[in-house]
């Protein structure tokens, strides 16, 4: 299944694809050309099935009975875990997740915890690559809030140095369910959460993550 949040460029690449797989028919003596133009066509293709694809996620039980579990918002390897303070929306000291999206990760984002959306911002951004230590602050990215019965959870969806666009469909005041589908990242990704600094923090720098079914880390439990 393909996502409905890339359906322009799927419409575009897939066109275009096709198109460089026609166009040898016409130019059927020029070898070397065709033999080009058919690979171009074939890898965009396949690289368009590939990237928007949306397969569907078992949401683990206990994350849905439990508000305290934080799952990945987005596919790829975790690469930075730290400490830092949260200016935005916690405004506090955090613990932060740093999951970077590889081409062939799904692109699909997804809430990593139950709550009411409580703040959300755009920022159009520069052009640094998604691995870069500054991308979080000056590349383009959208910060999203969620509050629930444990706390605050923050997440920035932040994209890197090709052709640049957040799709995200949540809004301040909307009620969301662990695992729910809010948006993508286009061509080039990362997508950080911060969390309390008390919180169970349980993959680390290295790991492979599932948006939706990998459990990523626990809220301390005080009720508030």
Known sequence: MLTKYGLDNIIVMLLTGLLLIIIPYFTSNMKVLNWVLYSLGGFLIIFTFVFFRDPDRTIPSKVLQDESYIIAPADGKVVNIEDEFEKYYLKSDSKRISIFLSPI???VNRTPAKGVVDFYEYFEGDYLVAYHPKSSELNEHSRIGVLNKYGKV?????????????????????????????????????????ISPESEIYVKVGDRVV????????LPKKDK
Not at 165 to 171: A, E, F, L, N
Not at 211 to 218: D, L, N, V, Y
Request: aromatic letters at 6%; proline letters at 0%.
């Open 105 to 107: 990760d799904v692109h």
């Open 154 to 194: 923050y997440f920035k969806q932040i994209v890197g140095v090709l052709a640049r666009r957040i799709v995200c469909d949540v809004k301040v005041g909307d009620t969301l369910e662990a695992g729910d589908k809010i948006g993508m990242m286009k061509f080039g990704s990362r997508m950080d959460i911060a």
């Open 211 to 218: 948006a939706g079914e990998t459990i990523i880390a626990r």
